[in-house]
């Protein structure tokens, strides 16, 4: 899915970014489709525009890209857990994935 100047503000929004560089821009962009791709090789498919489920999805995507755009100068020690409700999120997207057929 593209990032579209509309999911783009959007993202920016939820990141707090208001006048973001050329360089955040891409990177944004860059967490964005790798957020989208780990949702999909979850099994999680991109739900209807308008939805509910569809605006748990988004939410997913923007937990995973300010996660992971926080995180890229950081030094890590120890283990990162992961936010459990991030994880309850992720797991009632992949429950009510519509069944193929159904």
């Not at 890590?76 to 994880?87: H, K, M, S, Y």
Request: glycine share 6%.
């Amino acid at each position: 899915m593209a990032l579209t100047d509309e999911r783009q503000a959007g993202l920016l929004a939820y990141c707090r970014i208001e006048e973001p560089t050329a360089e955040e821009l891409l990177t944004l962009e860059t967490l964005y489709d790798a957020a989208v791709g780990y949702l999909e090789g979850a099994g999680v498919s991109l739900p209807p525009e308008g939805t509910p489920r569809r605006a748990q999805y988004d939410l997913a995507v923007n937990f995973m890209v300010l996660r992971d755009f926080d995180l890229r100068d950081a030094e890590v020690a120890g283990a990162i857990q992961d936010n459990p409700a991030f994880r309850r999120l992720i797991t009632q997207l992949k429950l009510t994935e519509p069944r193929e057929g159904a």
